[in-house]
């Protein structure tokens, strides 16, 4: 049973536009969740993170919001740029006791 | 800071041969955590390791294998390998037991 997805196996953007991607999980136990980026031949980077004590958080272009009662966590890239195409994987744990567990990711590509 | 290194970083093998992937973690984290990345199944958590000892480990079968030595060098070892084996082998680390792990560049497992 996979507890955390990406429904959305992959994202096309005009560059300069907002990116949106969706993940949903449905262990109500994690309160702790990451967005990683991943290029084609690297290991995937931390991006950004999110506490289930807060709905929203802010790095520079990219902002993750969570709204647990829905058990749904977005990632917003604005505005975006061909740089940020990649595989976006959404992850996460509890308490940071338990591994990440990783959705399938989405490919985002932005269109120059 | 060097980051994550893995070795070798492809590999060919036949079926039923074993194979052993290196990880040296990034300076002063003792925190190393493995995961297997096939195409359609995002990253999967095979095992994790903190001061030498295994803290956590996935749903793989008794095939799959690690340690840790005193340095926080980590190899995994899978035996009897099978064509379904075949993946990017991924290797995390991290200070502790926490929530930002840092990756490797991934070791290409294809099994013939």
């Given at each position: 049973?996979?507890?955390?997805?990406?429904n959305s196996p992959s994202l096309s953007v005009q560059e300069g536009r907002i990116s949106i991607l969706n993940c949903?999980?449905?262990?109500?136990?994690?309160?702790?969740?990451?967005?990683?980026?991943?290029?084609?031949?690297?290991?995937?980077?931390?991006?950004?993170?999110?506490?289930?004590?807060?709905?929203?958080?802010?790095?520079?272009?990219?902002?993750?919001?969570?709204?647990?009662?829905?058990?749904?966590?977005?990632?917003?890239?604005?505005?975006?740029?061909?740089?940020?195409?990649?595989?976006?994987?959404?992850?996460?744990?509890?308490?940071?006791?338990?591994?990440?567990?990783?959705?399938?990711?989405?490919?985002?590509?932005?269109?120059? | 800071?060097?980051?994550?290194?893995?070795?070798?970083?492809?590999?060919?093998?036949?079926?039923?041969?074993?194979?052993?992937?290196?990880?040296?973690?990034?300076?002063?984290?003792?925190?190393?955590?493995w995961y297997q990345q096939t195409p359609g199944q995002g990253l999967q958590f095979l095992f994790e390791y903190f001061?030498?000892?295994?803290?956590?480990?996935?749903?793989?079968?008794?095939?799959?294998?690690?340690?840790?030595?005193?340095?926080?060098?980590?190899?995994?070892?899978?035996?009897?390998?099978?064509?379904?084996?075949?993946?990017?082998?991924?290797?995390?680390?991290?200070?502790?037991?926490?929530?930002?792990?840092?990756?490797?560049?991934?070791?290409?497992?294809?099994?013939?």
């Amino acid at each position: 049973d996979q507890q955390v997805k990406q429904n959305s196996p992959s994202l096309s953007v005009q560059e300069g536009r907002i990116s949106i991607l969706n993940c949903d999980y449905t262990n109500s136990m994690f309160d702790y969740f990451l967005w990683y980026k991943k290029y084609p031949a690297e290991g995937p980077t931390f991006l950004i993170s999110i506490s289930s004590i807060k709905d929203k958080n802010e790095d520079g272009r990219f902002t993750v919001f969570l709204n647990k009662s829905a058990k749904h966590l977005s990632l917003h890239i604005v505005p975006s740029q061909p740089g940020d195409s990649a595989v976006y994987f959404c992850a996460a744990t509890v308490s940071g006791n338990t591994p990440l567990v990783f959705g399938k990711g989405t490919r985002l590509s932005v269109i120059a | 800071k060097a980051g994550v290194t893995q070795t070798p970083r492809y590999l060919i093998k036949t079926r039923g041969q074993q194979v052993t992937l290196s990880c040296s973690p990034i300076s002063g984290h003792r925190s190393v955590s493995w995961y297997q990345q096939t195409p359609g199944q995002g990253l999967q958590f095979l095992f994790e390791y903190f001061s030498e000892t295994q803290r956590n480990k996935g749903n793989f079968p008794g095939r799959f294998s690690g340690r840790q030595f005193s340095n926080s060098r980590s190899e995994m070892n899978v035996s009897t390998l099978e064509l379904g084996d075949s993946a990017l082998y991924l290797c995390a680390s991290s200070l502790a037991p926490t929530y930002e792990q840092y990756f490797g560049p991934g070791t290409r497992l294809t099994v013939t």
